[in-house]
């Protein structure tokens, strides 16, 4: 009897509540009605629960609830439409989904259900199910692959430019600025003119019919008769792979060499079978020895043509300072290094001023130079997530750049702490075969409609890719862009070219500078940014400002903004040479 009797009083509060809540909804703005529309269901589902009690009037309030509910979810929608440019509709989202709706919200279905539903078909149009259907013109060529694949130091990217150079027309893609830099020097230098395209420069050279280009200017429209792309097995890597598996699968060329590791010919003979091209096979071996440096590792005991291979930037200037204190020059390399920088250092090791040469992994990809030994001051690095033990790839990646042929009869490779084991077991091991390509999503993207770009773009990163031999690319540094900009309300094809942009978005100062620029563009209207100001002397401080000026020539590319390339370059080889007068005094 208790409980029929507080079920009835439970009833009647929501009955007297029901003319409440509707007074109180139609004073109220639609962007204010979420909580409104949470109570609603909430009594929704309490009303549920005295379904059976025989309470009078019970369909009545159950359906006053229902149509409050409807009211308010409609109102919502308007608001949703108006504030994304939508025009979603009431009834084909709650449409066989009424259950959804009343218990978790129109909003709920909506993104959950009814736009994956609805855009299915538009992502399966512009991103099929096999990625190599994204490039239609490169499937109508018959096209043959030749791989250069082998250890490092074997001339596999000399064989492969030989042949660029005997064509009428091609394109060099390299994984560095610097090696773009070094080949288009190296083709005109030789007598075949070439244009040179990077993020941060280009230069056009009269009558030339070859580029030397870094992977991700590729030009997917171009029609080469020679290609060669470098470094490949960069194509597994989840935030710069997607330029490679572009190469390879939408080259429009009937030649394409293919230079790198060993371990990605299963996954290249995989893509290139499903295109329906051909192939061939040149297997790279060491022809100076390499040898493991059985020798206890002493500070006091360098040697000329000793590479120290350090995993941080702080570590390798450390041990640069450490040596010029003792009158040792020395000549070092890492990643945030300006090209220019890196060419002066290579210059002082290459001329024999400095002795010795101290370096992180970036010695992996780049100039050959004359090293003798190469002594691991470190086996574990920092990848961007976990610290781990070095790969045998990276092992050999970086070992191998030891005796450089011409020069050396063998080269060594030793490791700092003694441990020669861990060293040979690596160099002996086969390496784990690249499994997957990396894709990323085009700027057809922003054909897709019912979304803004960020979601859609999550939504992309979540669908599986039907063939195993592909994987999506890591899109958080995107997300961080599109997060960044959201309150700017760009169209989406510019939020799309923004979020392209090469630069590191984990540096505060840069993304600060960065939104700087979409202020100053987009908002004022000016039709122009203003170019970076240096903040300070330090080594940092002018690494940061060279990436600030690198960033204002490719905003300023991207949007065809005028600036003067001629102060780009002059600047940044201004900092480049103050950034070496640095290194040289630390």
Request: hydrophobic share 35%; aromatic share 10%.
């Amino acid at each position: 009897m208790k409980k029929a009797q507080r079920a009835i009083r439970d009833f009647e509060i929501l009955a007297h509540q029901l003319k409440q809540i509707e007074a109180i909804v139609k004073s109220t703005r639609d962007s204010n009605l979420w909580n409104h529309e949470a109570s609603v269901r909430k009594k929704l589902k309490a009303l549920k629960e005295l379904q059976y009690k025989d309470v009078r009037e019970y369909n009545t309030v159950y359906n006053g609830y229902l149509l409050l509910l409807d009211e308010i979810s409609r109102r919502l929608l308007n608001h949703y439409n108006k504030k994304n440019k939508t025009d979603y509709n009431f009834d084909e989202i709650v449409s066989g989904n009424k259950e959804a709706y009343r218990s978790s919200g129109l909003l709920s279905v909506l993104m959950t259900v009814h736009i994956p539903h609805m855009i299915a078909g538009e992502f399966s149009k512009y991103f099929p199910e096999n990625p190599k259907d994204e490039y239609s013109k490169a499937r109508d060529l018959q096209r043959s692959f030749i791989l250069h694949l082998g250890e490092t130091n074997t001339g596999k990217t000399y064989n492969a430019l030989e042949r660029l150079k005997q064509a009428e027309s091609g394109v060099y893609l390299a994984p560095l600025r610097i090696l773009a830099l070094e080949n288009y020097e190296k083709l005109n230098k030789e007598g075949v003119p070439c244009n040179l395209i990077t993020g941060e420069e280009e230069i056009r050279v009269d009558n030339a019919r070859h580029v030397c280009s870094t992977v991700e200017k590729l030009d997917a429209n171009e029609i080469y008769d020679v290609a060669v792309i470098d470094e490949i097995q960069m194509i597994g890597n989840s935030q710069r792979g997607k330029a490679w598996t572009k190469a390879v699968l939408g080259l429009r060329c009937a030649e394409i060499h293919v230079c790198g590791a060993a371990n990605a010919k299963d996954l290249l003979l995989e893509i290139i079978n499903d295109c329906g091209d051909f192939y061939d096979i040149i297997e790279y071996r060491r022809q100076t020895p390499l040898e493991v440096y059985e020798a206890p590792f002493s500070f006091g005991k360098i040697q000329n043509g000793d590479a120290l291979v350090a995993f941080s930037k702080k570590r390798v200037l450390e041990l640069s300072k450490y040596f010029l204190d003792r009158g040792v020059r020395n000549s070092v390399i890492y990643g945030d290094l300006p090209p220019e920088v890196r060419r002066m250092q290579y210059k002082t090791f290459l001329d024999g001023t400095s002795k010795l040469l101290i370096t992180t992994d970036a010695i992996g990809m780049g100039v050959n130079l004359p090293i003798r030994r190469i002594i691991f001051m470190d086996l574990q690095k920092f990848d961007g997530d976990d610290i781990r033990y070095l790969t045998s790839q990276e092992v050999k990646q970086i070992g191998g750049r030891a005796g450089r042929k011409g020069i050396y009869e063998i080269g060594y490779v030793c490791s700092a702490d003694g441990d020669v084991n861990f060293i040979r077991d690596n160099l002996e091991t086969e390496d784990e075969p690249i499994t997957k390509a990396v894709i990323g999503p085009s700027e057809l993207i922003t054909n897709i409609t019912g979304l803004p770009l960020r979601e859609k773009l999550a939504l992309w990163s979540t669908r599986e890719e039907k063939l195993d031999y592909y994987r999506k690319m890591d899109v958080r540094d995107f997300l961080i862009i599109l997060d960044s900009i959201k309150h700017f309300k760009l169209p989406e094809a510019v939020e799309y070219k923004l979020m392209t942009l090469p630069f590191d978005v984990n540096d505060a100062e840069v993304m600060q500078c960065f939104l700087k620029f979409v202020e100053e563009y987009f908002r004022t209207n000016r039709g122009h940014i203003t170019p970076p100001e240096l903040a300070g002397g330090s080594l940092s401080e002018m690494e940061r400002y060279y990436q600030k000026i690198n960033l204002f020539y490719s905003f300023s590319r991207n949007f065809n903004i005028d600036f003067e390339p001629e102060w780009v370059y002059s600047e940044r080889m201004r900092v480049s040479k103050r950034i070496n007068g640095l290194l040289l005094r630390l």
